[in-house]
């Protein structure tokens, strides 16, 4: 299966709000899930290719499809790996809130503008354990 094409198609019919992991859908949530596990585990079993176009398409501000060559910028390595680590986060909380482990509010669930804000506040309005 080319989760890839899936992911891009996905990002065209929702725009880039649909690459948050609270509007994914549950197949492309579970692809990154393995991405993000496989990175974690160092395994190099997954490539995570579902990350790098969701984080690049959300810095960029919108779908990498709609614009190929579209320039990034980054503030360094540390700004480029800081990015990554912010949307693994979304990505860990994702998965506790569709677990219904936790429960956050509305306003903590991130957005484009925040994702990758160090300083976003996250409320847990619940937490089932």
Do not use: W
Not at 70 to 88: Q, R, V
């Amino acid at each position: 299966m080319n989760f890839e094409k899936k992911l891009l198609k996905h990002c065209e019919e929702h725009g880039v709000e649909g690459l948050l992991p609270q509007n994914l859908t549950n197949m492309l949530f579970n692809r990154l899930l393995e991405e993000v596990m496989s990175i974690r585990n160092e395994d190099e079993k997954v490539t995570p290719t579902l990350l790098l176009l969701i984080v690049l398409s959300l810095k960029s501000g919108h779908c990498l499809t709609a614009m190929p060559e579209t320039s990034i910028l980054f503030d360094g390595e540390d700004d480029l790996m800081k990015s990554f680590e912010n949307y693994e986060m979304a990505i860990t909380l994702e998965v506790y809130r569709r677990n219904a482990t936790i429960e956050l509010s509305e306003a903590s669930l991130p957005t484009v503008k925040n994702i990758f804000d160090d300083q976003r506040n996250i409320e847990f309005e619940k937490i089932n354990v």
